[in-house]
């Protein structure tokens, strides 16, 4: 054994050491049973992991020591003592990830498939962190319902009529500061208007069609996985359904009837575990271009239209109020998103747009006075 194999297979045992440690205090802490009986199989699972790299070390002729929790993981136990399971969660799912990457290319971890559990370890905690540890499965229930509601496309809709009116409204608006004809702002805010459109258009497109892409990559993963560890697949499986608030009998019975049919438990498995929708995998890519260009037009003309009728002042008035009441009213539709007063909504909104178009009036008047 090498220097270098024996500091990396120490690495190795204490930071699994941490995890058992962490797991259990976690455990100890849990007042909900279905969620305590999860970190209690998770510790385990991690035991098996401190055995493996200790009797790495054991051939080696080397003996690990006592444990000795480290400080991050001492105060991860406190904050999980104190403020509860949850404060911790997404950090020990962020670790999660953080030791599946570790392994990678460590000979001795994949074998036993160490990159397989820490990877599921990383799913479970994953949910967790979006459900809410520590609610019994009829209260994650009201969570998700709660925190799901506002709807995708009404959010992205709204996004989209917002960039192109604020977009578009400091464009005609750092024109008319510049102190050129009309018929300039005119050219020059229609121009910006298909520019806005194209550019979300496209910027849509390829961040859709990039998590199509990923989430194909997934399911190819989790096909692969549960082709060559069924078993391990199936007790994931089992603890999200403890998470979730099933106990276990109901859990197991649950898993075995899902994975007497292959197709169906890759369904399972994606929605459960990466939370993939396996019959849109994130929608069309063509259907939220078409959208968000349709969406910037309608926003980013609203400051341009009024020129086609006034001009001077008149324009820089007009294209004022009518881009205010355009905020306003997006305002007041996000605020059915996020639940504020739509006043408030409202009123926010025309602060900032108008805000940023003074700059840019500002800006463009500075430039035009120098020019």
């Known amino acids: 054994m090498t220097k270098e194999d024996r500091r990396r297979f120490q690495a190795n045992w204490q930071a699994e050491s941490e995890a058992v440690f962490l797991y259990r205090r976690l455990g100890a802490n849990e007042p909900h049973a279905k969620l305590k009986e999860v ?174 892409e990923l989430y194909q990559n997934q399911l190819k993963i989790e096909a692969q996985e549960l082709e060559e560890a069924p078993e391990e697949e199936k007790e994931e499986l089992i603890l999200i359904y403890q998470a979730k608030g099933v106990d276990r009998a109901q859990a197991e019975r649950m898993a075995d009837q899902i994975f007497q049919d292959k197709a169906a438990t890759l369904d399972t498995l994606a929605r459960e575990e990466l939370a993939i929708d396996p019959t849109e995998l994130g929608g069309s890519a063509w259907e939220a271009a078409f959208t968000s260009f349709v969406l910037c037009l309608v926003g980013g003309i609203i400051p341009v239209f009024p020129y086609f009728f006034w001009h001077g002042w008149e324009g820089v008035v007009a294209s004022a109020i009518a881009a205010a009441t355009g905020l306003f009213t997006l305002g007041v539709i996000s605020s059915l998103i996020t639940g504020l007063s739509w006043a408030w909504g409202g009123i926010r909104q025309i602060l900032f747009g108008v805000a940023a178009a003074a700059i840019t009036y500002g800006i463009g008047h500075v430039i035009g006075t120098v020019i």
């Open 39 to 212: 970190y209690e199989k998770l510790a385990a699972n991690e035991e098996k992991h401190v055995a493996l790299w200790e009797g790495k070390l054991r051939q080696g002729g080397f003996i690990p020591g006592p444990f000795r929790p480290g400080l991050k993981t001492k105060i991860l136990a406190l904050l999980a003592h104190r403020l509860g399971a949850g404060s911790v969660i997404p950090l020990i799912a962020s670790i999660e990830k953080g030791a599946a990457g570790e392994y990678a290319g460590q000979t001795e971890a994949e074998i036993p498939g160490l990159i397989r559990d820490e990877s599921s370890h990383a799913r479970v905690f994953g949910y967790l962190a979006k459900t809410g540890s520590g609610l019994e499965g009829s209260e994650v229930a009201r969570f998700e319902g709660r925190h799901r509601t506002g709807g995708n496309a009404l959010r992205a809709g709204v996004l989209g009529a917002n960039d192109g009116l604020v977009s578009v409204f400091c464009i005609v608006m750092g024109v008319a500061g510049a102190g050129v004809a009309s018929p300039v702002i005119l050219v020059t805010g229609v121009a910006g208007l298909l520019a806005c459109a194209l550019s979300m258009a496209l910027g849509e497109w390829l961040s859709v069609q990039n998590a199509r």
